[in-house]
């Protein structure tokens, strides 16, 4: 770093010292950002769970029946993909190698019907995910994406009344 100062100093036509000023005032800057992001993480409260001692005692049962993330059908806890709606359910499947090619594919399709939670965090992942998997291809998914996102309203939230009767 400190020997790129005097080329940084020969493009720009600042002296070391400034140079040094700026470089001091951007870590400055770094570390409050950082502590600030630190304090907020350890100091911030964690948020208690929705349910009471009873359902989260039958939670952790062995015996319980594992639903999907996503549209809440229940599932073997071995299975890889919800049967239903094709979210990767199993507790390794984004780190195999071969079931992780799918799960992939499942978040891309995600992207594409535009049945997603609609922030600019989001929008921009899908974006950037698209990216780095189609690399040159990454504008087609981009207009499809876009097109989709323009045409459609935000998509309902699923409710616990239509979520499907749990199997035996
Ligand atoms: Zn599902």
């Not at 499942?106 to 992207?111: A, E, F, K």
């Not at 998914?141 to 309203?153: D, E, M, P, T």
Request: charged share 15%.
């Amino acid at each position: 770093m400190m020997t790129m100062l005097p080329l940084v100093a020969v493009t720009t036509g600042l002296s070391r010292a400034e140079l040094l000023t700026v470089l001091a005032g951007i870590v400055g800057l770094l570390v409050i950002a950082g502590w600030y992001l630190l304090k907020k993480a350890i100091l911030t409260p964690p948020q208690p769970d929705p349910w009471d001692e009873t359902i989260a005692a039958e939670i952790e049962k062995p015996e319980a029946t594992p639903l999907c993330h996503h549209c809440l059908h229940p599932h073997s806890g071995a299975t890889d993909f919800c049967s239903d709606c094709g979210t990767p359910v199993g507790q390794y499947t984004n780190w195999l190698p071969f079931p992780q090619l799918f799960s992939i594919g499942h978040v891309l399709r995600t992207g594409t019907s535009g049945e997603f939670k609609r922030t600019p965090v989001t929008i921009l992942g899908f974006m950037l995910f698209s990216l780095a998997e189609y690399t040159l291809f990454a504008p087609i998914y981009w207009v499809i994406f876009l097109r989709k996102l323009s045409n459609q309203q935000l998509p309902k939230k699923p409710s616990l009344d239509s979520a499907p009767a749990q199997q035996p």
